[in-house]
T-cell receptor, first 116, second 116 residues
Framework: GAVVSQHPSWVICKSGTSVKIECRSL??????MFWYRQFPKQSLMLMAT?????????EQGVEKDKFLINHASLTLSTLTVTSAHPEDSSFYICSATPGTAPYEQYFGPGTRLTVT | AQKITQTQPGMFVQEKEAVTLDCTYD???????LFWYKQPSSGEMIFLIY??????QNATEGRYSLNFQKARKSANLVISASQLGDSAMYFC?????????????FGAGTILRVKS
C-alpha cells in the first residue's frame, strides 16, 4: 500500500510554454502533499506544501505565480510550471501524507523536466 | 530552525563489509522524527528506516540500523554486509512537530559506492 504516482515521468518542453505535473495517491487519501525540486547531485528542496481544498504554502524564494499548485481532491495534486525557462529544468518530486498517518510521507517516482 | 548535516559527500565500501553514513541534526523541538532514504540513479526515494525522538531503542530494518545518539544529536545509518545494489545516494531527513507542518528537512546527501 501507500503508493504515489507521478505523471509524466519525464517531459521536454519549449521555453515559454507551461507544463503540468500530476501527483496521485493511489491507495490512500492524502490530506497533505509536498512538492520538491532536486538539481543533479543535490538534495531535495521543498517548494511548497499543499492541503486539500486550500491554497498552497510556498517556501521562501519560490515564486508562487510561476509554480502553480492545485490540490483539488484528496488523491490529486498538480504542479504547473508556467512560462518555463531552461533554468526550470530539474527533477520534481512529490510526496503525500495520509490523513490517517500525518507523520508519514510517501514519495512519487519523480518527474524530469527539460526546458529547451 | 531545523537543520540536517551530512558531512560525507562520498563513501566507498568493499562488498560484504559494513559502512556507516553520518548524520547530525539540530532542532529545538523535543518531538521529531529522523529518516533515511536511498535514492538510486532512477531518482525514486526509497524509505529505509525511521527513528522517533522518544524511541528508546535504535531502529533496525534488515541490514539497516540507525545509531541514534540523542545527546550528540546524531543519527548515523549503518549498512551491514554491503551489496553492489546499495550503491546510491543516501539522504538523512528530519521531520519536526506540527508547528513545522510535518515538513521534511533533508541533508545534502552521501553518495555510496560499493566495490566488488
Amino acid at each position: 500500500g501507500a503508493v504515489v504516482s507521478q505523471h509524466p515521468s519525464w517531459v521536454i518542453c519549449k521555453s515559454g510554454t507551461s507544463v503540468k505535473i500530476e501527483c496521485r495517491s493511489l491507495d490512500f487519501q492524502a490530506t497533505t502533499m509536498f512538492w520538491y525540486r532536486q538539481f543533479p547531485k543535490q538534495s531535495l528542496m521543498l517548494m511548497a506544501t499543499s492541503n486539500e481544498g486550500s491554497k498552497a504554502t510556498y517556501e521562501q524564494g519560490v515564486e508562487k505565480d510561476k509554480f502553480l499548485i492545485n490540490h483539488a481532491s484528496l488523491t490529486l495534486s498538480t504542479l504547473t510550471v508556467t512560462s518555463a525557462h531552461p533554468e526550470d529544468s530539474s527533477f520534481y518530486i512529490c510526496s503525500a501524507t495520509p490523513g490517517t498517518a500525518p507523520y508519514e510521507q510517501y514519495f512519487g517516482p519523480g518527474t524530469r523536466l527539460t526546458v529547451t | 530552525a531545523q537543520k540536517i548535516t551530512q558531512t560525507q559527500p562520498g563513501m566507498f565500501v568493499q562488498e560484504k563489509e559494513a559502512v556507516t553514513l553520518d548524520c547530525t541534526y539540530d532542532t529545538s523541538d523535543p518531538s521529531y522524527g529522523l529518516f533515511w532514504y536511498k535514492q538510486p540513479s532512477s531518482g525514486e526515494m526509497i524509505f529505509l528506516i525511521y527513528q522517533g525522538s522518544y524511541d528508546q531503542q535504535n531502529a533496525t530494518e534488515g541490514r539497516y540500523s540507525l545509531n541514534f545518539q540523542k545527546a550528540r544529536k546524531s543519527a548515523n545509518l549503518v549498512i551491514s554486509a554491503s551489496q553492489l545494489g546499495d550503491s546510491a545516494m543516501y539522504f538523512c531527513a528530519m521531520r519536526g512537530g506540527m508547528e513545522y507542518g510535518n515538513k521534511l528537512v533533508f541533508g545534502a546527501g552521501t553518495i555510496l559506492r560499493v566495490k566488488s
